[in-house]
């Protein structure tokens, strides 16, 4: 198993959450972006910097995630491509995205991305709050020992 984020947009306190879980249960964990980013000195930890481009880190995780990997991202398109491949989905508000409830996200976000080609003003997404960082915190404690019980019994 191995963890994948869409590092681009990812908050810098889910990134430190994401360290300290690497380190703790020994996974490793790759932040991929299409810049440069600073990450822990760790066995566990590494950047994967991708060229420039419309969705690039997005394919390159896609192209790299295996069967039961875990990827961070709130980009439903790039979870709903994870969730094909076998892996494991995680939004950085803690909800893990399935197959009962990804194509639910999908047809939202056209939803939403109609309403803004036409003309109306949608708003994004709150900061987050400690709330959030705590759910996600739990969810990815939740999700990790799930996918490392499996992977001992295999």
């Known amino acids: 198993m191995q963890i994948w984020v869409d590092a ?4 810098r306190v889910i990134k430190e959450i994401l ?6 249960v020994e ?12 990450v822990p000195r760790s066995p566990w930890i590494e950047a994967l910097r991708v060229p420039a481009g419309f969705d690039e880190a997005d394919h390159r995780i896609v ?11 709130g980009d439903i398109p790039l979870a709903a491509a994870v969730i094909d491949r ?3 989905v995680l939004g950085p508000r803690g ?8 194509r639910e996200r999908l047809a939202m976000r056209d939803l939403m991305d109609h309403l803004r080609s ?8 709150d900061a987050l709050g400690k709330g959030d960082r705590q759910a996600f915190a739990n969810g990815l404690d ?13």
Do not use: F, M, W
């Open 8 to 11: 681009d947009a990812c908050p």
């Open 19 to 24: 360290y300290r879980a690497a380190e703790r």
């Open 27 to 38: 996974v490793r964990l790759t932040l991929v972006a299409n810049k440069p980013l600073q």
């Open 63 to 73: 192209e790299l995630v295996s069967d039961g990997d875990l990827v961070v991202t």
């Open 86 to 88: 076998g892996g494991h």
């Open 95 to 102: 909800e893990e995205l399935t197959e009962e409830n990804i």
């Open 118 to 125: 036409t003309g109306v003003e949608t708003g994004g997404p």
């Open 142 to 154: 939740r999700l990790l020992t799930r996918c490392l019980k499996r992977n001992q019994k295999s």
